[in-house]
């Protein structure tokens, strides 16, 4: 089996590759890269006009197995995956139960094998059913397949709690992702704390609750010198103590969302329940601070925190409707309408944030294009204008605030292991 992916322009951001060229797979692994390969015998894939990217990672994502079915399971949310352009995906661990031993973290990765088009990691609950009081079994989970540890979801409450998790994920090399707001702060609130909540009469989560939880969990990390992903940042001033943490050479690393850098909290107004998420959209000052974050290198990466609930469950009133919503399908045409046609980042920068970036972090294999690595790569139409219909989506849960937005930019072919999955947005397995 040889194929030759032909004529595109390959951005490969961990060799800071940027060519125009061919791509020569054979057997399910990538042979060669090169400005003009003779592909002899081999069938060809027509690249030109498109970007040729290692397959797209998102190391946030909600996949709702087990026991979350109605809102999402592996089969439709790794199928929402290839749609949006993505090959590997890290799931999160809040689901019923919680993914908190190694028999539930095997049970994900065997599902993911039969169920799934594209790569699955899974992470593990810090704590015991993300209870925040006793740590769950980590070393058992990371032996199971586990690439990290996280109560996404809640905040961990205990510092002492959090530091015993940071020195134990650590003895294995893993990191721990959290899920930064401190929950005194947010109780009960359903959106952004601001002038717009103000006037909405809205409660709220102010933003210096990302920021204390931000700046403890910071510290801890530095103190343990354990390894500490934070999860969507949206505060400015998170963005500003990762910045400064980093350069005392604390281990720490942190994603945005495509929501959190595009849009404010005015999409609030109106009450539409697919612009509710935690942390919440906040207002254009923080989305400007988390721009300049991904732009200097304090953002390590853009994940989607694909958060999918049931219609019936999103079609309540605002502030009983669950937050979240899907992500996966909207991620790479938000980011190119918003951050690269606007001029405000380059292909490279988005692509390294979209691939070696978020693969770095979980560790293992994904995010280069290289000679014997597996032909996980994902073709990109950066010009191609589409129209967001949720109608159409893959996802089982499909509120969306990008609902009939016009965007442009868009992932046009997958391929895992070489083989072709999804084709100008269609998923052939
Ligand atoms: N982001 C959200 O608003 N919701 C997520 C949880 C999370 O990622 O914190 C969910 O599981 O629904
Ligand atoms: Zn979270």
């Given at each position: ?10 951005i ?8 125009a060229?061919?791509i020569?797979i054979t ?6 890269i ?5 592909g002899a015998?081999a069938?060809i ?26 809102k999402?399971?592996i ?27 190694s ?8 599902r993911?094998?039969?169920e799934g ?9 810090l704590?015991?059913g993300?209870?925040g009081?006793e740590?769950?079994?980590?070393g058992?989970?990371v ?5 990290a540890?996280s109560?996404d979801?809640h905040?961990v409450?205990?510092?002492r ?19 930064a ?25 102010p ?7 931000v ?5 801890l ?5 354990a390894r ?26 942190a ?6 850098l ?14 509710k998420?935690?942390p919440p959209?906040?207002s254009?000052d ?5 721009i ?5 290198g304090?953002?390590?990466a853009i ?5 999918p609930h ?6 309540m009133e ?10 996966l ?5 938000v ?11 380059t ?9 070696i ?7 293992g ?21 589409w ?9 089982k849960?499909?509120?969306?605030p990008f ?5 442009k930019?868009?992932?046009v ?5 070489g ?11």
């Open positions: 089996m040889k194929l030759l992916i032909k004529g595109g322009r390959i490969n951001p961990a060799l800071n590759m940027d060519i060229g061919d020569l057997d399910g692994c990538i042979a060669e090169g400005q003009k390969i003779d015998g069938e894939f027509d690249a030109t006009g498109y970007i040729v990217a290692p397959g797209l990672v998102d190391m946030h994502v909600h996949l709702r197995e087990p026991g979350l079915e109605a999402e399971d089969y439709s949310g790794t199928r929402a995956a290839a749609a949006g352009g993505f090959t590997t995906i890290a799931c999160m661990p809040n689901t019923k139960p919680v993914v908190d031993s028999i539930a973290v095997s049970g994900i990765i065997q993911a094998q039969n088009v594209v790569r699955v990691r899974a992470i593990g609950a704590s015991k993300q209870e009081k740590l769950a079994e980590i058992d989970m032996a199971a397949g586990a690439v540890l109560d979801g905040y409450s205990s510092a709690l959090f530091q015993a998790g940071l020195l134990y994920a650590n003895m294995f090399d893993k990191v721990v992702i959290s899920h707001e401190e929950e005194s702060l947010v109780e009960d609130g359903h959106m952004h704390e601001g002038a717009i909540s103000a006037m909405l009469g809205m409660r709220s989560r933003a210096v609750a990302e920021d204390i939880a700046m403890r969990d910071v510290m990390a530095e103190y343990t010198g500490l992903h934070i999860a969507h940042v949206s505060s400015a001033n998170a963005v500003e103590f990762i910045r400064q943490a980093k350069k005392r050479g604390v281990k720490v690393t994603e945005a969302t495509p929501h959190h595009t849009l404010t909290d005015e999409a609030v107004i109106g009450f539409d329940t697919a612009t998420v935690n959209l906040r254009a923080h989305v400007q601070a988390l300049q974050g991904l732009n200097d304090t953002i390590d994940a989607t925190d694909h958060a049931a219609a019936e469950e999103k079609d605002y502030i009983y409707a669950p937050s979240g919503f899907a992500g399908e909207t991620s790479v045409g980011i190119l309408t918003s951050l690269y046609h606007t001029g405000q980042c292909l490279p920068q988005i692509l390294e944030k979209m691939t970036g978020p693969a770095r972090i979980l560790g294999e994904a995010g280069v294009l290289q000679p014997g690595a597996a032909a996980d790569i994902t073709l990109i139409d950066p010009d191609r204008e129209v967001v219909d949720e109608t159409t989506f893959y996802t849960g499909k509120k969306t609902s009939g937005q016009k965007l930019g868009k992932a072919a997958v391929f895992v292991a083989e072709l999955i999804m084709k100008n947005g269609e998923v052939l397995k």
